[in-house]
């Protein structure tokens, strides 16, 4: 993969460059790559069957406090692959809670087409890994977002605060189908989800909150590979899905996101390919520290 860092490309059109930085900084989230067959049932907190999670509870087996993950984004316009930026997860310790924290950001070598500086902060129970606080800070290019959300999992309510900046907001309620997981909580969920309970083939349906909307998607298990290789990294073994995309903005009709997952006790994201509305991207694991196992799925 050819990597060019100043090359002076034409300016892209603004919906191209939010396309494009949208997926920068939710690249990750949104692989929305394994979920369980859920059944929506409140009182119970067991899993049912091997591929019948409870969506409202979940035991973590998968991460620990103190991990942190990195990943390098690349773009393809014009089949030209640019080195764009960098996303990265963290977990901290908040007693009863974990704080999810993700940032996201351009190179300044890329920032002459377009800027993005992302945050994003979920606060989950480490007894059933349920978003109670959800916040987006997100600055990419000329258009910014702010929303703060309040999940009441037992009331099945959230409370979203937002607007441009955190001085010009409004506020809406809003009733959940269910009990509802944020972009980044949904990942640290599914990452203790047995995949190997999985057949090729499988179909499964998953919704997720984003932006005052619930979002029911599918996401296709497309089986085990025994060596994926990955830019800079190495070869793992791995799991891989495709996850179905929302039309609109940032993906066409039809499109398809690619996603591989660590084949070991950590299930880690190591690469996604994935079209955008202008282009294509890769999403490629840079670093990491703190895991919970060894990392066994690198060969």
Request: glycine letters at 6%.
């Amino acid at each position: 993969m050819k990597i060019v860092k100043h090359l002076r490309l034409p300016r892209a059109p603004h919906w191209a460059g939010r396309a494009q930085s949208w997926l920068l900084s939710l690249g990750l989230p949104l692989f929305l790559a394994v979920a369980p067959t859920m059944e929506i049932s409140p009182d119970s907190h067991r899993q049912t069957t091997a591929l019948a999670y409870e969506p409202c509870y979940m035991e973590n087996d998968t991460f620990q406090a103190g991990e942190t993950i990195t990943y390098k984004i690349y773009y393809n316009w014009n089949f030209v692959w640019l080195s764009a930026g960098e996303v990265t997860f963290r977990v901290y310790d908040e007693g009863d809670e974990y704080h999810l924290a993700v940032r996201g950001s351009t190179y300044s070598s890329y920032e002459w087409f377009f800027t993005v500086r992302d945050n994003y902060d979920t606060y989950i129970s480490k007894e059933n890994l349920l978003p109670r606080l959800s916040i987006r800070d997100i600055h990419e290019g000329n258009y910014t977002r702010y929303e703060r959300v309040t999940f009441d999992q037992g009331n099945r309510r959230a409370e979203s605060i937002r607007g441009r900046t955190r001085t010009e907001v409004d506020t809406q309620r809003i009733n959940l189908s269910g009990c509802m997981h944020d972009l980044l909580s949904i990942v640290y969920y599914l990452r203790n989800v047995e995949f190997d309970n999985l057949q090729a083939g499988h179909t499964i349906p998953i919704t997720f909150y984003l932006d005052r909307e619930q979002y029911p998607i599918k996401v296709s298990y497309l089986g085990q590979e025994s060596s994926t290789r990955v830019k800079g990294m190495g070869r793992y073994r791995t799991h891989k899905f495709s996850p179905e995309l929302i039309a609109g903005e940032v993906f066409k009709e039809g499109d398809e996101m690619t996603v591989w997952v660590s084949d070991d006790r950590n299930r880690i994201p190591v690469l996604i390919e994935s079209p955008v509305s202008v282009g294509s991207v890769k999403v490629v694991l840079k670093s990491y520290n703190g895991l919970k196992y060894d990392f066994t799925a690198k060969q």
